[in-house]
């Protein structure tokens, strides 16, 4: 069994920032990787950031050079700092897992919602 628990989400102004955090416990053999995902009302889930066991980072253009993704192996955490936010940011951030041993299997947080508004 694997839990992953977000926390950071809220409401900020357009220009802001906000940090979003994801722990991962439970049977975890090994990590392959962790980020974010976003799904805005009425869009498809869409990929944000992940970061690699190896630490190799991949951003969606949209958030590129305002958001940075980061993690911690050895206590199965990421983070995401978001930063210059627009109001296109607005959506429900999920956080991935992905388990590439012994067998590939993917895990999602629970979701939490970011706003961005004045």
């Known amino acids: 069994q694997v839990q992953l628990v977000e926390s950071g989400g809220g409401l900020v102004q357009p220009g802001g920032s906000l940090r979003l955090s994801c722990a991962a416990s439970g049977s975890i053999s090994r990590v392959g990787t962790m980020g974010w995902y976003r799904q805005a009302p009425g869009k498809e889930r869409e990929l944000v950031a992940t970061?690699?066991?190896?630490?190799?980072?991949t951003y969606a253009d949209s958030v590129k050079g305002r958001f940075s993704v980061s993690g911690d192996n050895g206590k199965n955490t990421v983070a995401l700092q978001m930063d210059s936010l627009k109001p296109e940011d607005t959506a429900v951030y999920y956080c991935?897992?992905?388990?590439?041993?012994?067998?590939?299997?993917?895990?999602w947080g629970q979701g939490t919602q970011v706003t961005v508004s004045s």
């Open positions: 970061i690699t066991r190896g630490g190799t980072s």
């Open positions: 991935y897992l992905f388990i590439d041993y012994p067998s590939a299997k993917n895990y």
